[in-house]
């Protein structure tokens, strides 16, 4: 079973751009989440999606945004950058995304806002 | 809102010693924690996980213990390998909501 894949694995972007990152869950998982990590803050919960709607979403501004799309596959744009979204963009993906279930992780896109 | 923090950025531990790594939260209303594990260049990876309803969960060389009372969580590794090396973090979830709390990561280095 391939596990969670995520597209590209790097971006470099200037000030200013939009960007939009790609996710493709393991087969069979309905629900898809995005996390932020940057040094020291840990995963910071962005979204989640399940069966193309947003159950959930996290304290970040509206330039974030994502969908899901029939076959589960997500994405995730930002717009407008600022250097301060320079960060690892994790996508997580689980069967049903309920609380007592494990989340498979893809490698993530380093996205460096220059 | 920090509600899941790992106090303690690095630990060093000699091989075949106990690591034990610690994570406090603030939400009483949680009720699943899970650890992962996370290698350079390379996602997450589930370890071993509690629920509320339970103190103690172990796996192999690993064991995580939850004190509710405290609202603390640790877990430990015995005993600790060169491959153990990796960030930690713990994370915490609530019934019927669809996200994880992750702490910052602890940055585990096993010596040989």
């Known amino acids: 079973k391939a596990g969670v894949t995520q597209t590209p694995r790097y971006l470099i972007k200037t000030r200013g751009q939009q960007v939009t990152l790609s996710c493709s869950p393991i087969?069979?998982?309905?629900?898809v989440s995005w996390y932020q990590q940057t040094p020291g803050q840990g995963l910071q919960f962005l979204f989640e999606?399940?069966?193309?709607?947003?159950?959930n979403k996290g304290n970040f501004p509206g330039r974030f945004s994502g969908r899901q799309f029939s076959n589960s596959r997500s994405e995730m744009n930002v717009s407008t950058l600022e250097l301060g979204d320079s960060a690892l963009y994790l996508c997580?993906?689980?069967?049903?995304?309920?609380?007592?279930?494990?989340?498979?992780f893809g490698s993530g896109t380093q996205l460096s806002v220059l | 809102d920090q509600q899941v923090k790992q106090n303690s950025p690095s630990l060093s531990v000699q091989e075949g010693r106990i690591s034990i790594l610690n994570c406090d939260y603030t939400n009483s209303m949680f009720d699943y924690f899970l650890w992962y594990k996370k290698y350079p260049a390379e996602g997450p990876t589930f370890l071993i996980s509690?629920?509320?309803?339970?103190d103690k969960n172990e796996d192999g060389r690993f064991t995580v213990f939850l004190n509710k009372s405290a609202k603390h969580l640790s877990l430990h590794i015995v005993p600790s390998q060169p491959g153990d090396s990796a960030v930690y973090f713990c994370?915490?979830?609530?019934?019927?909501?669809?996200?994880?709390?992750f702490g910052s990561g602890t940055k585990l280095n096993v010596k040989p």
């Open positions: 087969s069979g998982h309905r629900s």
């Open positions: 994370a915490a979830s609530r019934y019927n909501f669809n996200k994880f709390y």
């Open positions: 997580a993906s689980s069967l049903q995304g309920a609380a007592n279930e494990k989340l498979f």
């Open positions: 999606y399940f069966s193309e709607t947003q159950r």
């Open positions: 509690i629920s509320s309803i339970k």
